[in-house]
Every structure is written in C-alpha cells, then in structure tokens.
C-alpha cells in the first residue's frame, strides 16, 4: 500500500511542478523518480521500513554520507533502472485500474487528487508558499539531500505520510486497491 501512497503524492507533487513550470520544466517521469528517491530516504531513515524498492542502495548511501544526491540521473536513482524496476513500471497500470490515475496517462483522478489534498498535504504545511513539501526541491535539476540536516522536516513529513495506515486511509486504499475505485 505504501508503494502506492509514494506513487500518489510523487505524482501530485510532480505535476503542481509542471503546473509552476508551465509545462517548460522537466518531464513527469523525471520529478516523479525524483520524488521516489526522497520517499525512499525518509521511510528507511525515519520509518526503518525495509520494504522499499532500491533499501540496499538507500541504506548504503546514508552510511556512506550525510548528503544524498537526488536527481534522475543513472548514478543517482535507487535502482538498477528506477524507471522499469521503481513504482512508475511497476504500480502504474494498477493504479489506473483502480482509479487511483486516469485511464489515459499519469494524472490523479479526481477522488485522488481530493484525497491527497485532505490527507497528505497538511503534513507538508497546509500548502503555505514556505511550506510547500518537496516542491521547491523536485523543480532542481539535482540536488544535495541532508536528510538529517536542513531537509530532516521534509523528511519527517514523508516518513508520517508513509508511517502506520489510518482508518480514512484503510477504506480509500481498500475502496481502490480491493474494490477498483468506481
């Protein structure tokens, strides 16, 4: 279920950046893998989850140093091919079936786009210009990850959307996931 939460709020926060960007900016694949990147992190360094696709790379990486570089780079991606291996090959298609996306490309549904607007964006602030999540970040290119530094509340935040389902999260997940949305 987690895969699919990471997969929900990487592709909103993607697309409020093509939105800021007017379409000008980096393509939807390329903010989303970053955004899987920064989940990643922050379930196994806040949450010491040991489910996430890419852990052995994660792990290594925070013992290794205490800046992590994030982009959509090779060298930078959690897995061999973050593309095909990561929650954009592999979620993708199921989540259109069961609504959580259009049936015609990466965009939320509606009901999903309410739901994380509801559920999620008050960990990251509320949407305050401050506080908008991982927003002003994802619109870089690259950048250096201090996950136990500078960006340890944006980490916070991803390890809280990430950590223990809720009852509103239970039935919306089990109304898509088990029950296929409408």
């Known amino acids: 279920v987690r895969g699919f939460t990471t997969l929900i709020l990487g592709l909103y926060f993607a697309q409020e950046v093509q939105e800021i960007e007017g379409g000008k900016g980096q393509s939807l ?8 990147q920064l989940a990643g992190y922050a379930r ?50 199921p989540a259109r079936a069961s609504d959580l996306l259009l049936q015609r490309d990466q965009r939320l549904s509606v009901a999903t786009r309410a739901f994380v607007e509801k559920k999620y964006l008050p960990l990251f602030g ?24 500078r960006h340890q509340e944006l980490m916070t935040a991803l390890a809280k959307a990430h950590g223990r389902l809720t009852s509103e ?11 296929g949305g409408n």
């Open 29 to 36: 694949l390329n903010l989303f893998l970053k955004f899987e």
């Open 44 to 93: 196994v360094l806040n949450n010491r989850d040991r489910t996430v696709r890419g852990l052995r790379r994660i792990q290594t990486r925070l013992n290794d140093s205490k800046r992590v570089r994030i982009s959509a780079e090779q060298a930078d991606q959690i897995l061999s091919n973050q593309k095909v291996y990561g929650l954009w090959g592999l979620f993708s298609m």
């Open 126 to 149: 509320n949407g305050r210009p401050e506080k908008r999540g991982p927003v002003d970040l994802l619109r870089r290119v690259s950048f250096d990850l201090q996950p136990r530094g």
């Open 169 to 179: 999260e239970r039935a919306f997940y089990r109304d898509h996931l088990a029950w």
